[in-house]
């Protein structure tokens, strides 16, 4: 059965710590790993990974794979306020998703 | 462009109650559809997920179910609702022939009382 974890599943910071968080997965199919940020509704895209090694980046944010040990990490370095919410991973072609990891920064 | 539309934002039902949550997508055919189902502050968990009309694939056992009447239209259901039903539900699409590009819904927030 296909299994996605995240690790940790809550995390309080203060503005300005770097954070980072974990994805590790089992699945039969592999194609692609996806992260996400949750706020209040709907989550919105961030990375879509599928090669290991290649880091990928959007401002604060980074992502790297591992398909080799099956997992990924998103680090947010100074984070801010507005970083607070849940990320979410998500892996395999129909997309099973972690459960989670909420990040709260506070000011 | 494509669009999805999933109403109704919020619903207060009694248990017992029958459920009907409707998604509809625009601006493409043949999409992969999916249903979401997310307890408060976690993750999401796959209900159900249609690769065409009439196919749906049942990922958790439970009090639901879900239909494709339709190509671009995707519906939850409940005969009869449980407590445990509560939660935030999210529809999404994605293009059939590819990985990523998953698009979602603004979600309902159901609560049964």
């Known amino acids: 059965e296909d299994k996605v974890v995240q690790s940790p599943l809550s995390l309080v910071v203060h503005e300005g710590d770097t954070v980072t968080l974990n994805c590790s997965y089992e699945?039969?199919?592999?194609?692609?790993l996806l992260w996400y940020k949750q706020e209040k509704k709907a989550p919105t895209f961030l990375f879509m990974l599928t090669s290991s090694g290649i880091e990928k980046k959007s401002g604060r944010l980074s992502s790297i794979l591992d398909k080799k040990e099956l997992f990924s990490i998103l680090n947010i370095t100074a984070t801010q306020t507005g970083d607070s919410a849940i990320y979410l991973c998500a892996v395999g072609n129909d997309m099973r998703f972690g459960a989670g990891t909420r990040l709260t920064v506070k000011p | 462009s494509q669009t999805i539309h999933q109403w109704p934002a919020t619903l207060v039902q009694p248990v017992g109650s029958p459920l009907s949550l409707e998604c509809t997508v625009e601006g493409t055919s043949n999409p992969n559809l999916y249903w979401y189902r997310q307890a408060a502050g976690r993750g999401l968990q796959l209900l159900f997920y249609?690769?065409?009309?009439?196919?749906i694939s049942s990922e958790v056992p439970q009090n639901l179910s879900a239909s494709r009447p339709q190509d671009r239209q995707f519906i939850l259901s409940s005969k009869k609702l449980l407590l445990s039903d509560s939660g935030f539900y999210l529809c999404?699409?994605?293009?059939?022939?590819?990985?990523?590009?998953?698009?979602f819904g603004s979600g309902t927030r159901l609560t049964v009382v």
């Open positions: 699945v039969t199919n592999f194609r692609s």
């Open positions: 249609s690769v065409g009309i009439g196919q």
């Open positions: 999404a699409w994605k293009e059939r022939r590819r990985d990523y590009g998953y698009t």
